[in-house]
């Protein structure tokens, strides 16, 4: 018993809708907290990509802004009016040494500067330092800066070898005589790394891969770049300036991490605090919903007096609307019970004039007078034939009381009466019929095809001078049934020639079963014969449970 009650209670709408809002409440915080995170994470992300991805962009302006500004004061002192004229007369010589060893002293990333011809001269402020035509070439071949061990030693704290870059010498008449060069101090690389500081590990290599930087580092496998949102490493590539060294930078974002885990609690704290301030309002709001419509709904179960409710003035403003719209509907209700049971009068006193029709006493005249023309020549075969042709037509035209048959057997009805009509108008009549399995069985209006019949052999066929005939055919249109009778007689003009009264009769049985949508259309012109399309809806049910016309039989 009390397990009764319990579940009364739960598929109470008070509760249902409190479920329901709770359910959708959790449904959308959820969806919002989870929005929320993945945006802001995806923000964080970028930021922090960013950040990492312009400190090692830096790193690599960074080394590339002390390599051009020593190739700048080799361009500077390779300008010089003394060094131009040592160059072309070796004269000066003093002069130059003494540009050369200013230029030492005051970098201190700097560890020599020297010249080297083409002649075999070479020119330095210190004597340690030589060059060879080696050297030459290379330094002529190779605008960019380049890591030698070719003086290692000669300098001090030179960790076994320098960077040497040069400019080429350039006369007034183009002639280039020798290469102004410098060597660099290897920690030049090692200093700018360490005062950006990525918070990860950088790696320089050559042109060939070689690493420069760690020194004494062995090649690794290439690494993929960009963001790993796996491992959370940013690896980046960028080319030094004044080189062909490739500067890549690997990071580790530790930091995104907490940031991620900070954002997740915030998320799930705020998404916990709406879900117990939405349990609040959805208790309440369902609450003051459900009283009211509780009291509606334990007046309307009345509902098949079909007598209207009173408005109470203290309801909700809701309530009043659905009280005032059930009384609309108890009134449109009686309004349908109305017009439906106008519509069942007029259908039942169209099909009983369509029956009444058939009972036309020319056409039982005219079917007799064969049969007694046919008794006597002695013709028993065609007077037998012809006799259950007749007796079969009037059994279908019965239909044993049914409005509705099958679309095979409107058909068989149709036939019979051209069997009948042809033993009066002979081989001047020929018809076919051409109806599918597929639409066969489709339920339809009794005594809907004989009228149409009927109208093309008195109105086409009989008045012209050769052959007749009629073909009968069905098919699908989507949710149609549509059914076509064609004859090839003389035709008429459908905008003055008005419809008959059987013809009007099926059109307006059609319509009275489907609606204005449906109906009967002529297709005709003088001497181009007629056409007559009957569009019925498929599978379509009466108020009383019948198949309605096109509803297929089980």
């Avoid at 181009?528 to 309605?548: C, F, I, S």
Wanted: proline fraction near 4%; glycine fraction near 8%.
């Amino acid at each position: 018993m009390r397990t009764g009650k319990w579940r009364k209670r739960l598929r109470s709408l008070w509760v249902q809708i409190t479920a329901f809002n709770l359910i959708a409440g959790l449904l959308i915080v959820s969806l919002f907290g989870a929005v929320v995170y993945v945006v802001v994470s995806d923000i964080f992300v970028k930021e922090s990509v960013m950040k990492t991805d312009m400190a090692i962009e830096k790193t690599a302006v960074e080394i590339g802004a002390d390599l051009g500004h020593a190739r700048s004061l080799l361009q500077l002192l390779a300008a010089t009016p003394s060094f131009m004229d040592y160059a072309k007369t070796g004269s000066g010589e003093d002069a130059v040494v003494h540009l050369m060893n200013a230029i030492t002293a005051n970098d201190a990333y700097v560890f020599g500067v020297f010249a080297v011809f083409a002649d075999g001269r070479v020119l330095s402020g210190n004597p340690s330092i030589f060059a060879d035509s080696t050297d030459y070439h290379t330094l002529l071949m190779n605008d960019m800066a380049f890591l030698t061990t070719a003086r290692s030693g000669i300098y001090p704290h030179d960790d076994g070898c320098v960077i040497t870059m040069g400019v080429p010498i350039t006369l007034a008449d183009g002639s280039v005589p020798g290469v102004l060069a410098m060597d660099l101090d290897y920690c030049m690389v090692g200093n700018a790394v360490d005062a950006v500081d990525i918070g990860g590990a950088i790696t320089i290599t050559d042109g060939d891969g070689a690493v420069i930087f760690p020194s004494g580092e062995a090649a690794a496998a290439p690494a993929t770049l960009g963001y790993d949102a796996k491992t959370n490493v940013l690896t980046q590539r960028y080319t030094i300036p004044e080189t062909q060294w490739q500067l890549t930078g690997s990071v580790y974002l530790s930091g995104l991490d907490v940031l991620k885990r900070q954002l997740l609690d915030i998320v799930a704290l705020t998404g916990l605090l709406l879900m117990l301030a939405l349990s609040f309002i959805a208790v309440v709001s369902s609450r003051r919903l459900a009283t009211p419509l509780k009291r509606l709904a334990g007046s309307m179960e009345d509902i098949e007096s079909l007598r209207e409710l009173t408005v109470l003035a203290g309801e909700v403003s809701e309530t009043q609307a659905l009280t005032q719209s059930y009384n609309r509907m108890i009134a449109k209700i009686r309004q349908l019970m109305k017009e439906l049971e106008h519509k069942q009068r007029a259908l039942r006193q169209t099909e009983l004039e369509a029956l009444t029709q058939q009972i036309n006493p020319h056409f039982l005249y005219n079917t007799l007078d064969t049969i007694v023309w046919l008794a006597e020549f002695q013709d028993t075969p065609k007077i037998i034939a012809l006799t259950k042709s007749l007796a079969q037509f009037f059994r279908l035209s019965l239909a044993e009381g049914r409005a509705l048959v099958p679309l095979q057997d409107e058909a068989a009805h149709a036939r019979q009466y051209l069997y009948i009509q042809k033993e009066r108008y002979g081989e001047r009549l020929t018809y076919e019929f051409e109806i599918p399995d597929e639409v066969g069985d489709c339920m339809v209006p009794k005594i809907i095809l004989q009228p149409i019949v009927e109208n093309s052999i008195y109105h086409g066929i009989k008045p012209m001078a050769g052959d007749g005939r009629i073909t009968v055919s069905a098919r699908r249109q989507g949710e149609d049934l549509l059914v076509t009778v064609a004859d090839n007689g003389v035709g008429f003009d459908p905008d003055t020639t008005p419809q008959g009264v059987g013809l009007k009769n099926v059109d307006k049985r059609i319509k009275l079963y489907f609606g204005e949508d449906a109906g009967v259309t002529v297709t005709s012109a003088p001497g181009k014969g007629t056409t007559v399309l009957l569009r019925m809806k498929m599978n379509l049910r009466a108020p009383d449970g019948q198949e309605l016309p096109g509803a297929r039989r089980n």
